[in-house]
C-alpha cells in the first residue's frame, strides 16, 4: 500500500490509500478520486515528505540531529490541515516574488556573510547575491546594519541541482 496526501481544487487536504502510484493514476484516471470534504473531482497529489524510518542500530542519543537551519528556535509547526485557497494563493505569489528576486541574483554559497559585509562597507560593488548563512552570522549582519534578509522558500544550490 502507499499513501499519498491529496488535495482539491477548492483548497482541501485529505489522504488516499492506494495498491501501487499506478492504481492512483488509474482511479483518477477513471474519475474514482474525489474530495472527501466537497465531492470534487479535480484531485492532486499535495507535496509531502517521505516517510523514512531511523536505521535499525540507532539510538535516539546516537542519531544524526537536526541541522540548525532546518530547525532553529524560532521555527513553527506546520498544520496538517486543508491549506485554504487565500493562502495557497498567497504562497504561490510569495514563491513567483522569490523566484523573480533570483532571477538576477548570484549565488554565493557560504560567501554570502563576508561578500554581503564588503558590499556594505564599500569593498566591493554592490549586486544582487543569496547564499547561504548561519543564524550566528545572520544575526550579525544584522546587529551591523547590513541589509539582509531570509529567503521563504528554500534554495538548493545550482551544483546540487540535477
Known amino acids: ?25 488509474e482511479q483518477k484516471a477513471s474519475g474514482l478520486v474525489s474530495c472527501p470534504h ?3 473531482d479535480v484531485v492532486g497529489k499535495a507535496p509531502m515528505a517521505p516517510a523514512v524510518g531511523a ?11 537536526v541541522p540548525a537551519t532546518a530547525a532553529h528556535e524560532d521555527a513553527q509547526p506546520v498544520s496538517n490541515t486543508p491549506i485554504t485557497p487565500e493562502v495557497q494563493k498567497a504562497l504561490t505569489a510569495l514563491a513567483k516574488a522569490q523566484e ?10 557560504k560567501d554570502f556573510a563576508s561578500q554581503s559585509r564588503e558590499m556594505h562597507y564599500g569593498e ?37 541541482l540535477n
Open 100 to 109: 523573480k528576486a533570483l532571477k538576477n541574483s548570484t549565488w554565493v554559497g
Open 38 to 40: 466537497c465531492g470534487s
Open 1 to 25: 500500500m502507499i499513501v499519498f496526501d491529496l488535495h482539491c481544487d477548492a483548497g482541501h487536504r485529505f489522504e488516499g490509500w492506494f495498491g501501487s502510484s499506478s492504481d492512483y493514476e
Open 124 to 160: 566591493r560593488d554592490e549586486a544582487p547575491i543569496h547564499g547561504q548563512a548561519s543564524i550566528e552570522e545572520a544575526k550579525a549582519l544584522v546587529d551591523e546594519g547590513v541589509p539582509v534578509a531570509p529567503l521563504p522558500f528554500p534554495v538548493a544550490p545550482p551544483d546540487e
Open 55 to 65: 536505521k535499525g542500530n540507532t539510538t535516539p542519543e546516537t542519531r544524526m540531529p
